[in-house]
């Protein structure tokens, strides 16, 4: 079965720090590039970081300094360490994959996580 399960949400406090997981099922390989997107009440989702088979990241000008993300290729797992959270991060946050393989075939179209509540209070 194809999926992709995130886990690490979770209600902190201002200033706290939170890891986001988002294992990718087995079925899928030769991922190019991992992703983590956000979305709030009220407003289209976002991205907030993603990062290449190479090891290139690219952060949203909103996380920079505060978020890290990372991969494991063994592990088909891509991680999001949260910093210095604000309460302006809180959304539900969403794996996402792009370019990758199942079985013989090679895709080019996203696959989504069910997606993790964050919330951070004032």
């Known amino acids: 079965q194809v999926q992709l399960v995130e886990s690490g949400g979770g209600l902190v406090q201002a200033g706290g720090s939170l890891r986001l997981s988002c294992v990718v099922s087995?079925?899928?390989?030769?991922?190019?590039?991992m992703g983590w997107y956000r979305q709030a009440p009220g407003k289209q989702r976002e991205l907030v970081a993603d990062?290449?088979?190479?090891?290139?990241?690219n952060y949203a000008d909103s996380v920079k300094g505060r978020f890290t993300i990372s991969r494991d290729n063994a592990k088909n797992t891509v991680y999001l360490q949260m910093n210095s959270l604000k309460p302006e991060d809180t959304a539900v946050y969403y794996c996402?994959?792009?370019?990758?393989?199942?079985?013989?075939?090679?895709?080019?179209?996203?696959?989504w996580g069910q997606g993790t509540q964050v919330t951070v209070s004032s």
């Open positions: 087995e079925s899928i390989y030769g991922i190019n590039r």
């Open positions: 990062i290449t088979s190479g090891g290139r990241t």
């Open positions: 996402n994959v792009e370019g990758y393989s199942i079985g013989r075939a090679r895709y080019s179209s996203p696959l």
